[in-house]
């Protein structure tokens, strides 16, 4: 079993609607939660950071963190053609010296 | 500061020929990261390097696969021979600190072995 699991996708929505991705975690010691966005052909890019559980948004994205149920979400709202992209989900522990662990992406299409 | 430099962003070589990715990182952070990224694997890392130390290199897939970090601002991956399940995306990443800290991504290498 992947430490982190990951719906690779592909997921297509039309403008406007709210997405949500998801990922799944096995790492209890998991204590950073990240999300990056990867357009084609590019590398990836931090979107949106979070310590422990809880929430936190940013303009028009939330990132929201379960710890009990090993589970972390990235919602978007009033998606827009340019957010099309592959979103990684990313974790590690609380050690500086814990490595980030990734999933493996979800490719996002936003439909005009 | 131009992020995280990487060179060449393609290559098409033969099998058994050897491969060298080149990464310029970040200057100031102290840690270089390098990746490789397939469809059936997504993103794996390869090496970690602290201060052009090589800190962690559980995740090189094979004796083929080397990486050195001579000094702060250059780092290479060498493939030598390559192999065609050796065709990915692979990308370099710096950072100030490991772990919590963010990365930054170079705009990979895509590598494809004949």
């Known amino acids: 079993q992947k430490e982190v699991e990951q719906d690779p996708g592909p997921l297509s929505v039309p403008e406007g609607a709210i997405v949500s991705l998801n990922c799944t975690y096995s790492?209890?010691?998991?204590?950073?939660f990240m999300w990056y966005r990867q357009y084609s052909r590019k590398g990836p890019e931090l979107l949106m950071y979070t310590y422990s559980s809880g929430n936190k948004e940013d303009g028009r994205f939330t990132a929201q963190v379960d710890k009990s149920s090993k589970y972390i979400s990235l919602f978007i709202r009033d998606s827009q053609p340019s957010d099309s992209a592959t979103y990684l989900c990313?974790?590690?522990?609380?050690?500086?010296?814990?490595?980030?662990?990734f999933g493996s992406g979800t490719r996002l299409s936003i439909r005009p | 500061d131009a992020g995280v430099i990487q060179s060449p962003r393609h290559e098409v070589t033969e099998m058994g020929q050897e491969v060298t990715l080149r990464c310029k990182p970040i200057?100031?952070?102290?840690?270089l990261f390098w990746y490789r990224q397939t469809m059936m694997r997504g993103l794996e890392l390869l090496i970690y390097?602290?201060?052009?130390?090589?800190?962690?290199d559980s995740g090189m897939p094979e004796d083929r696969f080397s990486a050195k970090m001579p000094n702060a601002s250059f780092s290479t991956l060498k493939i030598q021979p390559s192999e065609p399940r050796d065709s990915a995306v692979y990308f370099c990443?710096?950072?100030?600190?490991?772990?919590?800290?963010?990365?930054?991504f170079g705009p990979g290498t895509r590598l494809l072995v004949l």
């Open positions: 200057s100031g952070h102290d840690y």
């Open positions: 790492n209890s010691a998991f204590q950073y």
């Open positions: 990443a710096s950072s100030f600190r490991q772990g919590q800290e963010t990365q930054y």
């Open positions: 390097f602290n201060n052009n130390v090589p800190i962690d």
């Open positions: 990313a974790m590690s522990g609380y050690s500086s010296a814990s490595k980030i662990i």
